[in-house]
C-alpha cells in the first residue's frame, strides 16, 4: 500500500535538526539557476550555436545539481548523520550519468506529450524514480534506471500525483512568504518523494517484480541500512491507511 501521509510524516521526523544543509542546497540551486535563465544570462546575441551552447550548458548545471540533491536526500534517508554541503559537491561527479538521465527523460516525455498532455504526465511519473535509482547505484545506466522506475511505478502513477497535489496547500502559502517559504517545503517534499522512492523499491521487490540485484550495490556508510529500515520499511508496513 502507497502511505503518502506516512512518508511525509517520517520526512518531518527525519529532517528534525538536520534542516541547514537542505535549505542551503535549495538556496543555492535556486540562485545558481536564477542566474543561468536571468535575461542578462540569456539574451540573444545574433550567433545561433553559442545560444544553443548556453542551453546546454543550462541543462547541465540543472541536471547536475537535481542528481547531486538526490543523492544528499538518499543519504538522509538512509543515516541518521546529518549530511554536509560538501556531500552536495562530491554529488557533482556524476555530471555525465545526470546530464544523460535528464536529457533522456526530457525526450521521452516530450515525445509522450505531442500525443496529448496526459500521456506526457503519466510518463513523467513513470519515469521519475530513476533520478533515485541512479543516485544510490552510479554504476547503473540510464536505460536500466528507466526500466526499474517503469517497473516501480507500475500501479502507482496516480499515488505520486495526488502525492504532488497534497503540497499544492503548502506551495500557496510559501507564496504569501514572498518565495521564502519555498526553502523548507523544498526539503520537505523532496524528503517525502525520497520515502516514496525507497517504498516503492520494497513494494516491487516484495512481488517479485523486481530483485536486489537489479538495483546493484548502493553505496552507503555501514549503519545506512539499519537506518532505512527504522525510516522508509516503516513507511511502507509499519502504519496502515496512510492515505
Known amino acids: ?136 547505484n552510479p554504476e547503473i545506466s540510464v536505460g536500466q534506471a528507466m526500466e526499474i522506475s517503469k517497473v516501480m511505478t507500475k500501479g502507482h502513477k496516480g499515488d505520486l500525483f495526488t502525492m504532488a497535489l497534497s503540497f499544492l496547500g503548502w506551495g500557496i502559502l510559501c507564496i504569501l512568504t514572498a518565495g521564502i517559504g519555498f526553502f523548507w517545503l523544498n526539503p520537505y517534499m523532496k524528503m517525502s518523494y525520497t520515502n516514496a522512492y525507497h517504498a516503492l523499491k520494497i513494494m516491487s521487490i516484495q512481488k517479485g517484480e523486481l530483485k536486489e540485484s537489479d538495483f546493484g550495490p548502493v553505496e552507503s556508510e555501514t549503519s545506512a541500512k539499519q537506518d532505512t529500515s527504522s525510516d522508509s520499511t516503516d513507511s511502507h508496513s509499519s502504519e496502515q491507511g496512510g492515505n
Open 1 to 136: 500500500m502507497f502511505e503518502r501521509k506516512t512518508y511525509k510524516s517520517i520526512a518531518l521526523k527525519q529532517l528534525k535538526n538536520r534542516w541547514t544543509t537542505p535549505v542551503l542546497i535549495t538556496i543555492f540551486i535556486t540562485v545558481i539557476t536564477s542566474l543561468i535563465n536571468s535575461p542578462s544570462f540569456t539574451e540573444d546575441s545574433g550567433i545561433s550555436n553559442f545560444m544553443l551552447l548556453i542551453s546546454l550548458l543550462g541543462i547541465l548545471v540543472n541536471s547536475v545539481m537535481s542528481l547531486a540533491e538526490t543523492s544528499v536526500y538518499c543519504k538522509l534517508s538512509r543515516t541518521r548523520n546529518p549530511a554536509t554541503f560538501n556531500d552536495f559537491i562530491k554529488g557533482f561527479s556524476m555530471w555525465a550519468k545526470a546530464f544523460l538521465g535528464h536529457l533522456w527523460f526530457t525526450i521521452w516525455v516530450t515525445l509522450w506529450s505531442f500525443l496529448f498532455i496526459i500521456p506526457g504526465i503519466v510518463k513523467a511519473f513513470s519515469y521519475s524514480q530513476m533520478f533515485y535509482v541512479i543516485a544510490e
